[in-house]
């Protein structure tokens, strides 16, 4: 587990998702897509790694996704087959605020 903030860049290494940290809860946390950590862009990908057919319900570009308390919140710049998961849970797509009624 390492120590994330706001702007760090991520990638997959079992996929082609790539993420960046738009807000990052205080402490470590470990950051997975397709089941295996997600590792810097530079980082040379650990061989023998394959997409996790529990963690495979893919990533679309623009959206962002967060941890059920809203602490993590990453943005996709790369689509891929792989799920992001913070320490195991499975992070959703942010819902757009609904717009005040204008009657």
Same mark, same amino acid.
């Given at each position: ?19 960046? #940290? ?6 470590? &946390?470990?950051? /997975?897509?397709? $089941? ?5 862009? !530079?980082? @040379? ?20 996704? #967060? ?6 919140? &990453?943005?996709? /710049?790369?689509? $891929? ?5 913070? !320490?195991? @849970? ?14």
């Amino acid at each position: 587990m390492a120590e994330i903030k706001a702007g760090t860049r991520l990638r997959s290494a079992v996929c082609e998702t790539e993420v960046m #940290v738009v807000s990052a809860p205080e402490g470590a &946390v470990q950051i /997975t897509c397709g $089941g295996a950590p997600m590792i810097g862009m !530079d980082d @040379e990908a650990p061989h023998g790694l394959t997409l996790s057919s529990d963690a495979a319900r893919g990533t679309l570009l623009g959206k962002r996704y #967060v941890t059920n308390t809203g602490d993590l919140e &990453v943005l996709c /710049t790369k689509p $891929g087959e792989g799920s992001v998961a913070a !320490d195991g @849970e499975i992070l959703e797509v942010k819902e757009a605020k609904p717009l005040p009624s204008s009657d």
